[in-house]
């Protein structure tokens, strides 16, 4: 039987309450069968910038944000806004507005020592994928929220939170068999108004989600092994 639903309201100055948690133990073989599976799988996940113009079914999409929002956040506070545009109007004053940016940021705002970095990656002004990809999801963060009488709270480890939660989005999407990219033009703080997002939100990242397109290319990179990224102690 299905747990009910129960919508979320700010839980600020509660007490502490708990409920049993008992999920069942998966056997040691087919926990090591599936993160062998998993390990392999996420290894083939890549940065898409050439994505098909197949739709998409948007339930895919929105069942990978579901899966993002579960993501654990200082507090449990959730500072995350996941907004999907659909509008193409909208979507194309994102791109332009970003790649007026971009411009400036690749002519020399960036500085030599990151353009440098960025140079393998193949990457530039013009960001297509911004208009072509089917769907685009924006992140904001929630710097603070306001209570019913108007007043603000802190929101605590809001930029963790957000990145955990965007690494769980580009997990669930991968898993999806979608491409995505994480696009963080900067400044970003024309999507704020573009989007009509409120004062308390700040934009985190624009992802564009699609299938790769049949000719897509990806830079020939190369990952560190887990001897490299893993201390035993």
């Known amino acids: 039987m299905s747990t009910p639903t129960r919508n979320w309201a700010p839980t600020h100055g509660d007490p502490y309450r708990s409920v049993p948690y008992h999920p069942e133990r998966m056997p040691a073989g087919e926990s090591l069968a599936r993160a062998a599976e998993l390990r392999e799988r996420m290894d083939r996940r890549r940065t898409v910038r050439q994505f098909s113009p197949d739709p998409v079914p948007e339930q895919v999409v929105k069942d990978a944000i579901a899966c993002a929002a579960t993501a654990p956040s200082g507090a449990h506070q ?37 353009l440098a970095a960025l140079r393998p990656l193949g990457t530039d002004e013009i960001k297509p994928h911004l208009t072509e990809a089917p769907h685009l999801i924006v992140v904001f963060q929630q710097r603070y929220w306001l209570g019913a009488d108007g007043t603000k709270h802190k929101h605590y480890y809001v930029d963790e939170s957000v990145g955990i939660a965007v690494g769980m989005l580009l997990s669930a999407l ?21 989007l009509g997002r409120p ?11 699609g299938y790769p397109a049949k000719d897509c290319r990806v830079p020939d990179l190369v990952r560190k092994t887990l001897d490299q990224v893993l201390v035993e102690i």
């Open 78 to 114: 959730q500072p995350w806004t996941f907004v999907l545009v659909k509008d193409p109007e909208v979507r194309r004053r994102i791109r332009e507005a970003a790649e007026a940016e971009e411009r400036l940021s690749y002519a020399g705002r960036l500085g030599e020592e990151w």
């Open 174 to 194: 991968h898993l999806s068999g979608l491409g995505a990219l994480v696009h963080t033009p900067s400044p970003m703080r024309f999507l704020q108004e573009v």
């Open 199 to 209: 004062a308390n939100e700040k934009a985190f990242a624009v992802i564009p989600v």
